[in-house]
């Protein structure tokens, strides 16, 4: 079974504070992905990544920063949190982008007040 | 760019009945269309997936068909239970300008069974 781990899995940060979400991957897969849940909006893909020390912006990457310093972890950072960027995050790895089905971590829930 | 479109946000349903989620989606590549369902406070997961045309795709009692014509590939069952009440994305792999693949979901629709 595929294995996806993240930290925190909840956090509350301030507004304009800096905050690092971890994600963690043994999986062996090459690919990916930092999303975040929001009602009515669904998921909506952030950053990817599909090799160790590259990443790719995604749909809504204003705001956030990504990191793969190794093929298992995946950072997603927010240099200066806002309001607006309160949501559920979920990191997911593939074994390759096209036709490989995601698998998904347990997701973190960021509060910024 | 791509598109992935669910018209329903909620759906509600008597426990026995049909149901349908639709689901079309926009790309100038060859699609590749995946439904995933997500319990609540779960992470999501693959429920059914499919890239050929007209051949229907099954697990666990739901079924989709990928319809290239139509760019359509809409999710059903014949009898939903209680357990199915859930949200459901449909979502593509997609091709990018830069000639690489990137996943879109759509907005979800939520599923809601009732006894």
């Known amino acids: 079974e595929a294995a996806v781990t993240q930290s925190p899995r909840s956090k509350v940060a301030v507004t304009g504070g800096k905050v690092t979400l971890s994600c963690h991957q043994t999986n062996n897969h090459d690919y990916m992905y930092w999303y975040r849940q929001d009602t009515g909006h669904g998921l909506r893909l952030i950053h990817y990544s599909y090799v160790a020390d590259s990443t790719e912006k995604g749909d809504i990457p204003d705001g956030y920063k990504a990191s793969r310093p190794s093929q298992e972890n995946f950072s997603l950072i927010l240099e200066l949190a806002s309001l607006s960027q309160t949501a559920v995050y979920f990191c997911?790895?593939?074994?390759?982008?096209?036709?490989?089905?995601?698998?998904f971590g347990p997701g973190t829930r960021l509060t910024v007040l | 760019g791509d598109s992935v479109t669910q018209t329903e946000g909620l759906v509600t349903l008597t426990k026995g009945l049909p149901v349908m989620l639709n689901c079309t989606y926009q790309t100038t590549y060859s699609p590749f269309l995946f439904w995933y369902v997500q319990h609540l406070n779960e992470a999501p997961k693959l429920l059914l997936k499919s890239s050929t045309d007209n051949k229907r795709t099954e697990h666990q009692g739901f079924y989709a068909t990928l319809h290239k014509s139509s760019s359509s590939f809409h999710l059903q069952k014949s009898s939903v239970q209680l357990s199915d009440s859930a949200l459901y994305f449909c979502a593509l792999s997609g091709g990018t300008s830069g000639g690489n693949y990137k996943p879109t979901f759509g907005k979800g629709t939520s599923l809601v069974v009732h006894p």
């Open positions: 997911a790895s593939s074994e390759d982008w096209v036709y490989a089905e995601q698998f």
